[in-house]
């Protein structure tokens, strides 16, 4: 444990020192220097789940006797200010969670230099330039940090753990504008960018599992909080690139487009809250060959949250969650038809209830519980396909710590 922590500072260190270089070139004339001692700042966390499926593995042999405990997250994130309109921000995140990815390793989460070009009373625009979370629905920015998420899992339809880094984050440029108004506040943001198109997204592309290398590609978000965030409504728009190159046939060499619309409101009461998100989503396979590897398919996806706060420490959440990989054929019977898997694994709806027991305002334990219809988010990297369960029921138990 000493020795992945060391790593984990090691790589923040090398980040910040490169942001400083960044950070040198920026500093303008009559940029006002600060002390970074006395703006530097250090925080982290750390998580541990155990999860229990009755059918079907998620994140470890869940199904297992005993389930699986592997779920864990550990980040540490800094952030200091060398000059009054310069921000140099990076979080290092190790995760484990079931065969995903490099267990343990890790990595840059993001990394930016943001330099504010105008900062007053009723706008702020600026820039980050680094590796930026992309701005995509209301939870994709914090969804690694345990205690800013409202359940264990996010809502799988949307933001899916198991090709997460396809709309993760991005190393370009990112551009935001913050509007105050009286009655509310409009957030703007937009960038460009090299997706982090990682071996999650190759495997639950295809089960052929090709390899993809992110191009450059777009993202925009529109937010805009009514009443200090009583009211949250947001539309986010992407388009992700990638060379696709199977792995079976060397020459069937193309394009791989993802395009990803998303609706989002949000209401905020003093004891509830009520949130919903709709995607519309393009996969699109192009400029191939090999001609029977072109096509497109438009899939779509939406859940309904109620989260209710029993008091400061206790809150109870409620949520449907439904998604479908094809909008003509919802049911998945074509797919199966045409021998290239089970019908349910085109489709999830998942019904999930859960607490959130906030122990100190700094340790969380949360409980939650799904019975799902379906295997469309369910990880390929820890099932055979041809092994599953269309009906299956799982147990989240986590606590988290923050500092």
Partial sequence: MIRFGCSILNRLKRVLIAAQAVVTTIGAAGAHAMNVADTFQVHGFMSQALIVTDHNDFFGPSSDDGGSLEYTELGLNASFRPFSHVLVAGQVLSRKAGNYGDAWQPELDYGVVDYQLIADEERAFGIQLGRFKNPFGFYNQTRDAPSTRPSILLPQSIYFDRSRSLGLASDGLSIYDEERFSNGTLYIQGGVGMPQVNSDAEISLSPDNPS????????????????GGRINVALSMARVRADYQSRQERQAKGEFIFQPMILSFQYNAENWSLTTEYEYQRKELKDFSVSSYNGRVNGESVYVQYLYRLSSRWQWLLR???????????????????GKGQDYSRFAKDVTTGVHWRVTPNWNIQAEIHHVNGTAWLPRQDNDDDNTEQHWNMLLLQTSFSF
Avoid at 220 to 225: D, M, S
Avoid at 322 to 337: H, K, L, P, Q, T
């Fill in 320 to 338: 449907y969650d439904y998604a479908v990989s094809d909008r003509n054929d919802r049911d998945g019977e074509r797919f199966e038809a045409s």
């Fill in 212 to 227: 993809l290398d992110g191009k450059l590609s777009s993202i925009g978000q529109v937010l805009y909080a009514h009443d």
